[in-house]
């Protein structure tokens, strides 16, 4: 036997009726409210509720009736409620209190689960680190199997003998070399979780997390170009700067890692953001010119774990770079991580190359920052176009103790 035809003018309704069903469960009653009715509405309402209601239903009015009131008008039409509700809404419907139910159990099923699990338990800052992040919701019931092959890889490390992390992705994650490659979710909950253990900055760049726990990350493909590197000793890196004195050398983050970086006192080593100013101080000064390193832009961990170097060392680093908003922001990284003083990067510079451009500068009363008077340029002032009054600084600067550099 056919189901009985809906009332198209019930529709608004029986959508109301399902929703206060969702929100109320199998079970519970509810008060299904409608605002004002529509004629026909009003009609088709009144048919159906002749039976268990006296008063008319009048349009124009609203209408508040108890949700158990009208499924059981429906099922004295041979009308089932659910399949109705299914019917108007297109979708099955849901029971709300139920599944809330549900995801409370889960929840404190994978709360007790991370708690008494056995990585979390023999490190606790880990399972401190978990127990936040799960407070926070950062990480849920459904992430179960990303934290599993996280505390994976946790509870291997650190190995006996330095290990590529390609190597310990294929022999710990089915294989996948690439598995905690950078950008994944699996990498970052990893990386946050050694960094917990320990004891880093959240904000830690992943290399050097992974260096913590005796994991190589791609020794190749990080680099920085430098020039007239002072390195003293007679480590394979020191022996490479003095051997290219003059010209410029591509040092990888593997190389900087596992070399000896030893720096004379009161070095003093000049940055830039674009190759071609530092190919410009090789061209003009050879040997020459003062150190200089190119941070490529935004820095990459090989420019961060020589500028950390030379931080340590009480070296005085300054940078210069383009004239924008992102040439600023580089700047203000490197004065908060390593100490990097401004080198002719500051408004006067600014206003002065702008000058030597032909640019007229009307804002320059006005920005009280460089970071506003980068934004107020209707284009940037590139690095490259005040190259001479940065060559003459290098030239003025000098080669920093060449003689020591050569007997060391």
């Given at each position: 036997m056919s189901e009985p035809r809906l009332d198209v003018a019930l529709r608004?309704?029986?959508?109301?009726?399902?929703?206060?069903?969702?929100?109320?469960?199998?079970?519970?009653?509810?008060?299904?409210?409608?605002?004002?009715l529509e004629p026909d509405e009003a009609l088709a309402l009144d048919g159906l509720l002749s039976f268990s209601r006296r008063k008319?239903?009048?349009?124009?009015?609203?209408?508040?009736?108890?949700?158990?009131?009208?499924?059981?008008?429906?099922?004295?039409?041979?009308?089932?409620p659910r399949s109705a509700y299914e019917a108007v809404g297109g979708r099955p419907v849901r029971d709300l209190p139920a599944e809330r139910a549900a995801a409370g159990v889960t929840r404190a099923e994978f709360r007790s689960w991370l708690a008494?699990?056995?990585?979390?338990?023999?490190?606790?800052?880990?399972?401190?680190?978990?127990?936040e992040a799960a407070d926070q919701g950062r990480i849920?019931?459904?992430?179960?199997?990303?934290v599993e092959r996280a505390l994976t890889i946790v509870g291997a490390l650190p190995p006996v003998e330095p290990v590529q992390r390609t190597v310990l992705a294929a022999s710990l994650l089915d294989g996948d070399p690439h598995a905690l490659d950078p950008g994944t979710s699996l990498h970052?909950?990893?990386?946050?979780?050694?960094?917990?253990?320990?004891?880093?900055?959240?904000?830690?760049?992943?290399?050097e997390v992974w260096a913590a726990w005796n994991v190589l990350v791609?020794?190749?493909?990080s680099d920085v170009v430098t020039l007239n590197l002072p390195l003293l000793g007679k480590g394979r890196l020191a022996q490479l700067a003095r051997a290219t004195r003059g010209t410029h050398v591509v040092l990888t983050y593997g190389q900087l890692s596992a070399g000896e970086l030893r720096w004379p006192a009161g070095v003093e080593c000049f940055s830039c953001e674009n190759p071609s100013v530092l190919i410009a101080a090789e061209q003009a000064l050879g040997a020459g010119c003062p150190p200089m390193l190119c941070t490529g832009g935004r820095p990459s961990d090989a420019v961060r774990l020589l500028l950390s170097s030379l931080q340590v060392s009480g070296a005085r680093v300054r940078h210069h770079g383009d004239f924008d908003e992102a040439g600023v922001q580089i700047l203000r990284d490197l004065e908060v991580r390593y100490g990097v003083l401004p080198w002719r990067f500051d408004l006067p510079a600014l206003y002065e190359g702008l000058r030597r451009r032909g640019v007229g500068?009307?804002?320059?009363?006005?920005?009280?920052?460089?970071?506003?008077?980068?934004v107020e340029l209707t284009s940037f002032l590139a690095e490259e176009l005040v190259i001479d009054g940065l060559l003459e600084d290098l030239r003025a600067a000098g080669p920093h103790r060449a003689e020591i550099t050569r007997r060391s």
């Open positions: 608004r309704a029986l959508l109301a009726a399902r929703d206060k069903r969702e929100q109320r469960g199998a079970t519970r009653d509810g008060t299904v409210v409608l605002s004002p008319p239903i009048l349009a124009g009015r609203p209408l508040r009736i108890p949700l158990s009131q009208l499924e059981a008008a429906l099922r004295a039409c041979e009308i089932d008494e699990h056995e990585v979390a338990r023999s490190q606790p800052p880990v399972g401190a680190w978990l127990e849920r019931a459904d992430a179960r199997a990303l970052r909950l990893t990386v946050s979780l050694l960094a917990a253990a320990a004891g880093l900055a959240d904000d830690a760049p992943g290399r791609d020794p190749i493909s500068v009307v804002h320059e009363t006005r920005a009280a920052t460089l970071e506003a008077a980068v």
